[in-house]
């Protein structure tokens, strides 16, 4: 059943064009024009994100430092300077704004905004998606890519299918036949254990998808299931949300070598802590409940938590239950690969889950 409420929303999804390299290639004249990767570059770093040009030989975000040279041996590792990429990002919220107070962000680098209704009274999304991309543009070096549609679900796939610097409309007179042709791994929520589980099942488009019922989907994929069903015939409700809570703030570290002794990881922890206790001070955002990651060298995740009654916002408070929660582990690994810490049951509540990782 059509909703003409919905469908006559107008929704605009601004992802920036591989955020990270295209921050440290703008700040570096000579990282132009060359194959990047932002994150580290040691057998156990990650990447990132990668530039353009280092996108041509395969190498894309979240890929092992070692994969990411076998791909690409030219390849120049960067740092990542989360405090700078922090800036540009309330920069770029800063742009926003002066559109629509509807703004939904997902992380650093993108956001859902509604511009139904709009601060500078433009009916037609097209054209103010490209008044966005253009302030963004001359204010901050960068690109982006739009897309624009009725809903959350069709704008995001659409600001992903003319990368770099794109802008891409989906009418809701275009929607059903577009979401029809699509192939189901670029559906938003489609993995690659989905994506398998899809394929045995002769799914590959979203006219495959379309021949399962409600309930044949909902039985093999559980609620998301249901989501499927539903947003293969573009019947996405969801509003842009201006405000997200976030359930919880944390770092972790991928080790350069797996760490056996006590000492040794008692020094990486405590460095841990420093950025941890930093990045709660600067969201000024503490919680009552306070997790310690591990991983061992089998890849095993274990995790102990700690609650107290009250915001737990002493460093010395934050250390001593660190210690507490890795003494409390000690014989369940044999040697560690990650430490993490994050905090939960937060104080106020923030626009996005975060997790940092350290490289």
Do not use: W
């Amino acid at each position: 059943m059509r909703n003409l409420q919905i469908e006559n929303r107008k929704i605009i999804h601004i992802d920036m064009d591989a955020f990270f390299a295209s921050v440290e290639q703008r700040d570096n004249p000579d990282l132009r024009g060359k194959p990047i990767a932002v994150g580290g570059g040691g057998k156990r770093g990650v990447t990132t994100t990668a530039s353009y040009e280092a996108r041509k030989f395969g190498v894309g975000s979240a890929m092992p430092g070692y994969k990411v040279r076998e791909l690409c041996p030219q390849i120049i590792f960067v740092p990542p300077r989360f405090e700078v990429y922090k800036e540009v990002s309330i920069k770029i919220r800063e742009i926003f704004a002066r559109y629509t107070d509807l703004i939904e962000p997902l992380s650093f680098d993108e956001a859902f905004l509604d511009v139904t209704e709009n601060k500078v009274n433009e009916p037609i999304a097209t054209d103010l998606a490209m008044r966005i991309k253009n302030d963004i543009k001359n204010e901050t070096q960068l690109s982006c890519s739009a897309g624009v549609s009725y809903c959350k679900f069709i704008a995001k796939i659409a600001s992903d299918m003319n990368k770099p610097d794109g802008l891409t409309v989906i009418k809701p007179s275009q929607a059903i036949v577009f979401l029809e042709q699509l192939e189901v791994k670029k559906f938003f929520g489609v993995g690659k254990v989905t994506e398998r589980k899809m394929e045995a099942m002769g799914i590959h488009t979203g006219a495959d998808l379309k021949k399962y019922s409600k309930l044949d989907l909902a039985q093999k994929f559980g609620k998301t299931g249901s989501f499927f069903y539903d947003i293969v015939r573009g019947i996405d409700n969801r509003p842009v949300k201006a405000e997200r809570v976030r359930k919880s703030l944390g770092i972790e570290q991928t080790l350069e070598n797996d760490l056996e002794e006590h000492h040794e990881i008692i020094e990486v922890l405590d460095k841990i802590i420093e950025g941890f206790y930093a990045r709660l001070l600067k969201a000024d955002n503490f919680g009552r409940t306070i997790t310690l990651k591990l991983k061992n060298k089998d890849f095993k995740t274990i995790t102990r938590s700690r609650s107290e009654d009250y915001y737990i916002m002493q460093k010395d408070k934050i250390r001593e239950i660190a210690y507490q929660l890795l003494e409390q582990a000690f014989n369940d690994f044999d040697a560690l690969r990650l430490i993490g810490l994050t905090a939960s049951k937060l104080q106020s509540e923030e626009e996005e889950d975060g997790q940092i990782s350290l490289f």
